[in-house]
T-cell receptor
């Protein structure tokens, strides 16, 4: 079956540091890949997505590249801010039009001034 | 536009009591999803609806759980009787078929505590 593995948290960084959150997946076929973000007390929000190999999703300074050869979709940001403190979830779906989202366990990021 | 609305935000109840969680999806969205989030199991899809019709309830843990969607703007998730192991955050999400089912918009969640 499909599964998503992301790095254990929590992650604590100083403001303006570089962020990487690792995500690898197992899936049959050609899944779509996502990063969702959950701010304290809120629901999940779609941060970025990629639907085919070598696609790069980007939003709000965050980026992730769909690497089929390494089955990875690592999240990166060059300079984090305190406002980026949240829980980040990597997720996949079996493909365009699929209803099923399989989520990783989430990685909590804390950014300190 | 208003996002997905859930109520209550917090619910504390005693074991054996009935619990009803409510959700109002984004207007115009034709898919609605119920998820449960726990530390141990992460996010799990419980059930989803299309045009008010339940499509897949294979994630519903047991018969104590039921969900309805009487119209396009309202859905409920009911647990009867509740048990301590049902304590979790329950999320409702909605999406529109034109944007792909995997672009889901989540509500703020209901934190349920069963004592």
């Amino acid at each position: 079956g499909n599964s998503v593995t992301q790095m254990e948290g929590p992650v604590t960084l100083s403001e303006e540091a570089f962020l990487t959150i690792n995500c690898t997946y197992t899936a049959t076929g050609y899944p779509s890949l996502f990063w969702y973000v959950q701010y304290p007390g809120e629901g999940l929000q779609l941060l970025l997505k990629a639907t085919k190999a070598d696609d790069k999703g980007s939003n709000k300074g965050f980026e992730a590249t769909y690497r089929k050869e390494t089955t990875s979709f690592h999240l990166e940001k060059g300079s984090v801010q305190v406002s980026d403190s949240a829980v980040y979830f990597c997720a996949l779906s079996a493909g365009a039009g699929s209803y099923q989202l399989t989520f990783g366990k989430g990685t909590k990021l804390s950014v300190i001034p | 536009d208003a996002g997905v609305i859930q109520s209550p935000r917090h619910e504390v109840t005693e074991m054996g009591q009935e619990v009803t969680l409510r959700c109002k999806p984004i207007s115009g969205h034709d898919y609605l999803f119920w998820y449960r989030q726990t530390m141990m199991r992460g996010l799990e899809l419980l059930i989803y609806f299309n045009n008010n019709v339940p499509i897949d309830d294979s994630g519903m843990p047991e018969d104590r759980f039921s969900a309805k969607m009487p119209n396009a703007s309202f859905s409920t998730l009911k647990i009867q009787p509740s048990e301590p192991r049902d304590s979790a955050v329950y999320f409702c999400a909605s999406s529109h078929h034109g944007r792909g089912l995997n672009e889901q918009y989540f509500g703020p969640g209901t934190r349920l505590t069963v004592t």
